[in-house]
């Protein structure tokens, strides 16, 4: 299994160049990838209890029970993950740090080290904001973070009852989920030790666009990053969210998020919610230094706010 090689081109091609050229191949890129998302409605949640034979729910926890109807209009949701190759662009054209280059508080010198331009860039919540709404400077297309709802209705495929945002809905690991072993051999080497050369570092994700993506065309939704959603997080907000493009709760402390980074696929599935500090804020147990936390598992895949096909680049 390897990213297709057009793909891994495409990526590399935006390290290169001035950077208006590599802005201009960026914008080129992410309008070319977004999918169409028809709008419609659906049960949002779990719905285990009306469609399991045992007629149990999936999952434990109250955040996302009872399942309530949402109706979205339309959007064009992002293909892939952001890469570092291409938040690279929005960093250098910025003059902002890149992505990637904060560790937990006391281990600096590891600064950067488990960067890749093939991979999904790992960043904090607001720079995953600010590089979407970066792109609608760019390309004038309403660019933003995508919101709980747009993301289960497109991790199902308009809503069905998928648990998992696979070909078929279904897993099969080492087809169209990568197995354990696949999980380690697919991260790219990303340092070696002179002294001994059989010992390496590994990147924590793996490059975008290697297994099959969902009916409507999207890859890595259920594993390889978290992703960041627009939302607050509030465990009760089902209970009290409106029925029509609802945006998550006014206010809050922790922002939600949705996929899954790695390790037990059951904890991925696309009705499961999570919760995560903005900064992912952590205090080291050695040095008892307080700072933004480790942050190279949470990604950014923007939506387009506009409820038609956005016209592809020449």
């Known amino acids: 299994m390897q990213q297709p090689p057009a793909l891994t081109a495409e990526l590399l091609a935006l390290t290169e160049g001035s950077i208006e050229e590599r802005i201009t191949k960026l914008k080129r890129k992410v309008l070319k990838d977004l999918v ?63 992505a990637g280059m904060e560790l937990d508080p006391g281990y600096e010198s590891l600064q950067g080290i488990f960067r890749h331009p ?88 793996f490059p975008v666009g290697i297994f099959p993506p969902n009916p ?21 907000w089902y209970r009290i969210s409106p029925e029509h493009d609802p945006k998550g709760p006014p206010t809050g402390t922790l922002r939600s998020i949705r996929g899954y980074s790695g390790g037990d696929y059951i904890s991925g599935l696309n009705i499961k919610r999570f919760k995560r500090d903005p900064i992912i804020t952590k205090k080291d147990s050695f040095t008892g230094v307080i700072g933004p936390g480790f942050n190279v598992s949470h990604t950014v895949r923007c939506v387009a706010n506009i409820d038609r096909a956005v016209a592809q680049p020449q």
């Open 36 to 98: 169409r998302v028809e709008g419609g409605s659906f049960m949002m949640g779990d719905f285990g209890l009306g469609w399991t034979p045992e007629g149990l729910y999936y999952t434990s926890g109250i955040d996302n029970k009872p399942p309530y109807k949402v109706t979205l209009t339309g959007y064009n949701l992002a293909r892939f993950k952001t890469t570092y190759a291409e938040y690279d662009v929005f960093a250098d054209a910025t003059g902002r740090p890149r």
């Open 216 to 236: 409507l065309g999207l890859y890595d939704m259920n594993a390889n990053g978290w992703e960041w959603m627009q939302d607050w997080y509030d465990e009760d």
């Open 118 to 205: 093939l991979i999904p860039a790992g960043m904090y919540w607001q720079q995953a904001r600010d590089y979407c709404r970066w792109l609608t400077e760019q390309t004038g297309v309403p660019f933003d973070l995508p919101t709980e709802a747009q993301w289960e209705y497109a991790a199902r495929s308009r809503g069905q009852n998928f648990l998992w945002a696979t070909d078929n809905g279904h897993m099969d690991k080492g087809r169209n989920m990568a197995s354990g072993k696949q999980k380690r051999i697919l991260r790219p080497v990303v340092d070696t030790d002179p002294q001994r050369p059989s010992s390496v570092t590994r990147a924590m994700l």
